[in-house]
Every structure is written in C-alpha cells, then in structure tokens.
C-alpha cells in the first residue's frame, strides 16, 4: 500500500492515520477556506459573484415549478436565507467528507475539494452576471486554497494507529495524548480565520451600502403629468384598515432573487429591441430626462391567497411604456412585449395590453423617492391590471418586442397562466379575523381592486344575513384599489363575516374558490370573529 495522504509520513504499511474527528474538521476547514477565498474574489472583481449565491440560484431555478410554490407558500420570504443555509450545510457535509477521505486518499480528497469547486463554478457559468473566464480563474484559486489547507492540517493532524496496526508502545508515530494537537490547534485557527475574513470581506465589499449611497443621494425630477390630489375622503382612517398608500418599507416583496441586485446607476442602461425598427438604449440620465408619469397603481401577486397581504397600491413615476415603444416602431408581427431583468428574470404581456393601457410605465420612482432596492433600482415595469409575474419586472435591463410562440416568461413554464389579468378582489381587514371584540357599534372595513376596471360596489354579510353595501371612499382611479367599511351594531357570540366587490364593468366577484395556480385565487375572504358582551 502506498500512503497517498496529504502529508502522509513516509512510513509502512498501517501507518498511524489522522484521527476521524481531525481529517472531517480539516475537511470542513478546507470548504470554508476555498469558500471564503471565493467569496472574497467575488467582492473584488466585477463579473464575479459569490459561488455559494450562485448554487442557490441554479437550485431556484431547477426545481420543479410546484416545488418553488409549495417552498414559498411554506417558508414565505425566509425561503431564500433557508436556502442558503441550505447550500452551506451541503457544503459543509461534503466538506466533512472530503477530509475523512483524506485520511487514506490524499489525491481522491484533492478531487473532491476541485469537484465541490466545480460545482460552484457550473452553477456561476449559468448566471447571466458573471463572466465564464472570472467564474473558472475564482473556482480554481478557491480549489487551490482547500487543497492546501487540506494538506497542511492533515500533516498536522494528530494520529491514531491504523485499525490492524501496531497499537501500544510499540505503535510508533500513533500519538500520545496531548502530543500533536497543538500545532494542529494554531493551525486549525489559522484557517478558521482565514475562511471568515474571506467570506466577511467578500461580502462587505458587494454590501448594499454603495449603491445605497448613490440613490439616496439622487433626485427624480418633478412628473410633467402628475397625480391628481388625493381627496381626503379617499382615507378612512380607521385603525387597522391598510393605508390607501403602502409605505415602501412596509410594500410586499415578492421576487426569485436570493440577494437583492444591487445596480449602479451610472453603469446600467435599458434596452429595446427584438421586433422593432430601430433598436435602441437609454441610460438612467435619459430615462430621467424624459416627460415623467406619475400614476396610482394597485401591484398584485398571482400567488396572493384570497384574504393574503401580496398586494399593495404605491404612486410610481416614470417614462409611458407607449413613449418607448412608439420611439423604437414596433414591427406588425410583434404580440408580446417580454420585460427582462439583470438577473435573468423575464416576464411577459401582449403588445395590445401595452399600447391599451395607458399608464403602464416603466417607473423610476416610487411613492416620492427612487425605486427601492428591493422593488426594482433602478427601473422597472408597472403595468396597471396584470399580476406582476407577468408584468412587473424588476431591475429592468431589456424590453423585448417578440412573440408568445418563440418566447415565455419565468413563470409561465413553471405551471403559471401564460395571461394574467389581475382578477377583482376584497379584503377584511378590520376586524382581523379570529379576533375578539366588544359588543356595539364596530366597523367591517377592508380594501377591494380591480385595477384597469375600478370597483364600483363592495358589500358584507354576517353571517347567513343579507348582503349590505359598504361605504366606498372617494375613488382615486381605476388603478388603485378602495377602502370600504360597513358599520356593524355587533351582538354577542361567533359570527362570520365575508365581503365581495364589483368591478366597474359590474361583474362580482365569484362565491367559486379557485387555488392560486395557474391564474390566481378566485372567492370571496370571509372570517370568524367572537363578539363579548359588553
Ligand atoms: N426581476 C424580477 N422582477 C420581478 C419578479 C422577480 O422574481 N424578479 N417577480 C415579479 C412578481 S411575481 C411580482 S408579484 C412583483 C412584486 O413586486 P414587488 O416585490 O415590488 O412588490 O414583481 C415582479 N417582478
Ligand atoms: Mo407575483
């Protein structure tokens, strides 16, 4: 037998071997440090992204669509920290496993560390943000790093005498207690420290603060068509009822990206084309420069449950989606207009959707203020009527003029509606549902929608009683949802409370339930509450 460990003793056959514990620790200590010295490489180069951020990616995007659903609808937004901590333990696992492979096979252990770091580098190689060359030179240093640090810990290591050898006084190198932990110990700190600061580095470097700094510091200017005055009759106010506006802090998130894209402004630019006439692209300062819109819009997501909090209303600024298109002259064949972002995300909606519906745009500026990270810096599609997985593309990078048959969008594949129109719906939101309150007057107040057709009427029943009709604030558009409430002379006992809305168009909302997939929840919210005695 010939001893291949990594720092294997020239020594015979059943040489004392690194002890378990010792090879998985050394193992797991070269995972770290080939991942920490990737990550730090990713916060350097531009084109370069964390590899452990890229596995995660590939993962979300290889489920099967109704596994992606079941994640999101069980982990809500922790599905994607989960996710990551998930790629970490496999890491680690793997890690562990290469180390006690190390104890016999140092060149087997070697490959193992090369094929963890492949495993990143596919992954990056399947990221429209990185570059191929950049994801293999980082790849290779990270493997490089783990293999050395693999064979340098394992020389280290303290021994146990090989199951068959020599044991007692007679086993030679086998150590004694105590014998050769330390310079294992200064070693294994050594490395420990070496993973964390890579990985702490690497991450502070692409870190959220700079392009941070950058929006806060910018100014959008003032919308040649501005929003009409918000009557204040268009807030009721009640306590506990959604605000008309949405804070942007407070905004639902709903998005694949496992970190959020941070773009800087100055380096990005909007492109149209496909089936167009002439092609072009607009920088940030061009998009900025142009005549503004500014429009209240109801954003839904498909995946909102009937009663679900994936719905908000915001103001958003920004160019006419017909403005641009218009400018680059659509071609006759052209039927879908496909909205792609910086991370490869694509949704899209037909041409006639688009030119119909006149404050589609793509904003620049929500409630006030520069688009959040988080919903879209620094561009992004709104599309009033349309669920935002067909719409609403964030971190906007292209428009493409194309058709249904040559290409879908993310979702569409992944067992999703190929059209979405946001289907007319209401919500209870006071009182909250499964509470207790106190006998006497109470209001039933909530918001109803039905973005491009407006809401017309909105009535509540308790329990088997009749249908009444709710107060409806002042309508702001057609865009955006109301507030509605129905004071209720609440009686004592368990009640159940439901709500339905009709649209502009007076068609109501069905009493048929209909899951989320593939074109969203159909029915109507209802709710327990327990009314005291007063
Ligand atoms: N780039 C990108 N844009 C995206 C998505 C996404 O996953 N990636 N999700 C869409 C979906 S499904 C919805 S509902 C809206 C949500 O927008 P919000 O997070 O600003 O509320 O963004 C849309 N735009
Ligand atoms: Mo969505």
Redesign the pocket.
């Known amino acids: 037998m010939t001893t291949t460990t990594p720092g294997a003793r020239p020594v015979g056959p059943a040489a004392p071997l690194p002890s378990r514990g010792a090879a998985a620790l050394s193992g797991l200590l070269a995972t770290a440090v080939a991942l920490g010295i990737a990550e730090l490489l990713a916060g350097v180069l531009p084109g370069m992204r964390s590899l452990v951020l890229a596995v995660g990616d590939a993962v979300v995007d290889a489920v099967p669509g109704w596994l992606e659903r079941a994640a999101i609808a069980t982990l809500g937004t922790a599905d994607k920290p989960v996710l990551v901590a998930a790629v970490l333990v496999v890491c680690a696992l793997l890690g562990v496993a290469v180390g006690l492979l190390g104890r016999r096979h140092g060149s087997a252990a070697s490959a193992g560390v090369v094929g963890v770091a492949a495993l990143g580098v596919a992954a990056a190689l399947t990221d429209v943000r990185t570059t191929p060359v950049l994801a293999v030179l980082v790849g290779a240093v990270g493997a490089l790093a783990g293999i050395a640090t693999l064979t340098v810990l394992l020389r280290a290591a303290p021994r146990v005498a090989a199951p068959g050898g020599r044991t007692g006084a007679d086993a030679g190198p086998a150590d004694g207690p105590g014998v050769r932990r330390r310079p294992f110990l200064r070693l294994v700190v050594v490395a420990a420290a070496v993973a964390t600061a890579g990985a702490t580095a690497g991450r502070w470097l692409t870190s959220t603060d700079r392009v941070e700094q950058i929006r806060a510091a910018l100014r959008i200017p003032r919308p040649a068509v501005p929003a009409g005055p918000v009557p204040p009759e268009a807030d009721l106010e009640i306590p506990g009822l959604t605000p008309l506006f949405v804070p942007n802090e407070e905004?639902?998130?709903?998005?694949?990206?496992l970190t959020i894209?941070q773009v800087d402004p100055e380096a990005w630019s909007l492109s149209i084309e496909g089936m167009v006439d002439s092609p072009y692209r607009l920088t940030y300062a061009e998009l900025l420069e142009m005549p503004h819109l500014e429009a209240d819009i109801t954003?839904?997501?498909?995946?909102n449950e009937v009663g679900g909090g994936?719905v908000?209303n915001a103001r958003w600024q920004g160019v006419p989606l017909r403005t641009l298109l218009d400018r680059a002259g659509l071609q006759p064949g052209a039927t879908q207009v496909l909205?792609r972002?910086?991370?490869g995300?694509t949704?899209g909606f037909p041409v006639l959707t688009a030119l119909d519906v006149e404050d589609a745009m793509v904003a620049v500026a929500m409630n006030g203020e520069p688009l959040p990270a988080?919903?879209?810096f620094p561009a992004?599609?709104v599309v009033p009527g349309l669920?935002?997985?067909v719409?609403?593309?964030?971190?906007?990078s292209s428009i493409e003029l194309t058709t249904f048959e040559d290409e879908l969008g993310?979702?569409i594949p992944r067992g999703w509606a190929r059209e979405g129109p946001i289907k007319t719906q209401s919500r209870i939101d006071v009182p909250r549902r499964a509470s207790t309150i106190t006998a006497g007057r109470q209001p039933i107040a909530g918001v109803a929608w039905a973005p491009t057709r407006g809401i017309e009427q909105v009535e509540v029943r308790v329990d088997d009683g009749p249908w009444q009709s709710a107060r409806l604030a002042a309508a702001l558009d057609v865009d955006t949802w109301r507030q509605w409430v129905l004071e209720w002379d609440a009686t004592p006992g368990r009640h159940t409370l439901s709500v339905r809305a009709s649209d502009g168009t007076g068609e109501t909302q069905t009493d048929q339930r209909t899951p989320v997939a593939p074109d969203g929840a159909a029915g109507r919210h209802t709710i327990q509450v327990l009314v005291e005695p007063a």
Request: glycine share 10%.
């Open positions: 905004f639902y998130r709903i998005d694949t990206a894209p954003l839904t997501c498909v995946s994936l908000g909205g972002s910086v991370d995300f949704a988080v919903h879209g992004r599609l669920y935002g997985y719409s609403a593309t964030k971190w906007l993310y979702w």
